[in-house]
């Protein structure tokens, strides 16, 4: 009786999503909830001032921001797949978000921070986490350094009081407008606006705990305030605040679909912004996956990538219905976190409800705080985002990176970010092709050869008289196939060629096919051709295309020894 037949179970698609909360509350404790309690007061106290910035900046209002901080940190805290991850509105996104309000309004803007969080869902699911976190460190810096102008550039209406009413979004065309309304300067506005950044600056020297950022609001605020109400000077009076600009956060946000203009359809928005989408998902993933692997080396812990870009596109599809913008992990709040002694996301949700506070009852002390002194804070904020010493240490590596960091940095400030990583990764991919050919050796051999590269001997190995050895080191893609067929043509060939191959460890289709162009033209003039040296994955890639049928397989060996036996074989 023969045996029966096993059915083999099929593959399933697994998704790797294993939010850290849940597995962190399994021994979850009185002592570290106070360390989660005390961390997440404080990182709320930290993003309180950021969460506005980031919304007026942004062009939407201080609620907005407050609201994406609030659900968004939430969302990425409870199902992120880092233990530390604070979740928010960031620095990053405040050039895009402005870009996109302006061409396509809020609508518009709602609708592509949906599509990047559909976007970022699918990228966990499909487990690309690992892949994103190769995006090369060069455009990396050079794009961060191009926002980190642009928001500098986008803060001098308001560090200066100019209050100009309506700032061109162009970089050059914004500056071009400062300069013609250089009389408007309001020197109390640029008082309080200096004044904010070197409170900020000189507090860590006092305190790490108190955060600079609110220690210049809370005292700029009081200070204006004070004199508005006992002195009569002109140049105070007319310092903007931000309840002179924005409407004031009063209760919980409400739920609310994107209101699209007359004449737009659902489907030709969604066309119109789906290149702005992708750079949202894009940038939300790098910024949010580098700061779980920074927070990784301080913790000595190990974040779960796919399961981190979910938790970032789930908030990303969910604060647009109440009003938020773009949201990722934010590594300056990430990292508070971690100094105060949060290590688990309840720090994070404890963070969220500190912000959720202020959104509730403290609206009527928002409106206070000065324009100037916001922009003083982002002045900073930007100055910590440019990365300057980096890229003064980039400077001395080779000009390839150089000029990829530069571009990219260019094209972010003077078009938009969108075009700047497009134009960065396809240079990017250039260089690094190049690279590649230039470490990819072809040489002819003949007469005779060593083996010592094998570290086997010394030994010489004689070359039949009418064969020759075309060596490949290094895989055989499409940029290097045609520097083999250029070798090949304009040589007088003899009737044997043995092509070795031991240190291919990878073929394309365009390698293949030049492959097949001079098999085809060898067997044309009656030469014999034998492969050596061929490893299992280019031997497959062989087969399936003919190529091994082609030249018969008793010609495709796996040493230099046999393939020399071969050659002497068919020579006699």
């Not at 009569?232 to 004031?248: F, M, N, Q, R, V």
């Amino acid at each position: 009786m023969g045996m029966t037949d096993k059915k083999q179970p099929k593959a399933r698609f697994n998704i790797d999503f294993q939010p850290r909360l849940f597995s962190t509350l399994k021994g979850y404790n009185k002592e570290k909830f106070s360390k989660d309690l005390m961390a997440g007061i404080i990182v709320g106290i930290v993003a309180i001032p950021l969460a506005i910035a980031f919304g007026i900046a942004s062009g939407v209002g201080p609620t907005e921001g407050l609201v994406t901080a609030i659900l968004a940190g939430f969302l990425i805290s409870a199902l992120g797949g880092t233990k530390v991850q604070i979740g928010g509105p960031t620095g990053a996104f405040i050039v895009i978000v402005y870009g996109i309000i302006q061409q396509f309004g809020l609508a518009g803007l709602a609708i592509a921070t949906v599509l990047a969080g559909l976007m970022m869902i699918l990228m966990g699911v499909f487990k690309l986490g690992t892949i994103i976190k190769f995006m090369p460190y060069p455009i990396i810096v050079g794009f961060t350094g191009g926002i980190a102008i642009t928001i500098f550039s986008t803060q001098m209406n308001d560090l200066f009081g100019m209050g100009i009413s309506d700032v061109p979004a162009n970089f050059i065309d914004k500056w071009a407008c400062y300069f013609q309304n250089i009389d408007k300067v309001n020197l109390w506005a640029l008082g309080v606006g200096l004044v904010s950044i070197v409170i900020i600056a000189l507090t860590p020297k006092f305190s790490k705990k108190i955060p600079g950022s609110l220690l210049a609001i809370v005292v700029m605020t009081l200070v204006c305030w004070l004199l508005k109400k006992y002195t009569d000077i002109a140049g105070i009076e007319s310092i903007k605040t931000i309840g002179d600009l924005y409407e004031l956060p009063h209760g919980l946000p409400q739920f609310r679909l994107p209101a699209l203009a007359e004449g737009e359809t659902f489907f030709s928005t969604v066309q119109a912004v789906l290149p702005a989408a992708f750079t949202i998902a894009m940038l939300g993933a790098i910024e949010s996956l580098l700061s779980a692997m920074v927070a990784d080396g301080v913790i000595g812990d190990r974040h779960n990538s796919n399961t981190e870009l979910i938790a970032n596109g789930v908030a990303n599809m969910v604060v647009p219905f109440f009003g938020g913008i773009p949201s990722t992990g934010a590594i300056a709040r990430t990292m508070a976190n971690i100094n105060n002694g949060g290590r688990t996301p309840v720090a994070g949700i404890v963070h969220t409800l500190v912000l959720l506070l202020v959104l509730l009852f403290l609206g009527g002390l928002v409106s206070l705080i000065p324009m100037p002194c916001l922009a003083g804070v982002l002045i900073v904020v930007s100055y910590n985002m440019s990365g300057w010493r980096t890229i003064r240490s980039m400077c001395r590596q080779s000009r390839g990176d150089i000029a990829v960091l530069f571009l990219t940095l260019l094209l972010t400030v003077i078009f938009d970010l969108t075009i700047a990583i497009e134009v960065g990764l396809i240079l990017a991919v250039v260089l690094f092709l190049k690279r590649v050919m230039e470490s990819v050796n072809i040489s002819v051999v003949e007469k005779e050869m060593s083996l010592h590269n094998d570290g086997e001997s010394d030994e010489k190995l004689v070359i039949p008289a009418n064969a020759e050895v075309y060596e490949i080191e290094g895989p055989f893609f499409f940029g290097v196939a045609n520097r083999f067929e250029e070798l090949q043509r304009n040589r007088v060939s003899k009737p044997i060629r043995i092509i070795r191959m031991r240190r291919v460890n990878f073929i394309d289709a365009t390698g293949i096919h030049n492959l097949e162009i001079f098999i085809d033209s060898a067997l044309k003039e009656h030469q014999t051709i034998i492969l050596s040296g061929v490893n299992p994955d280019v031997r497959e890639a062989l087969e399936q295309s003919g190529i091994v049928d082609k030249i018969g397989r008793e010609n495709v060996l796996d040493h230099i020894q046999k393939a020399l036996a071969r050659a002497e074989e068919l020579s006699a």
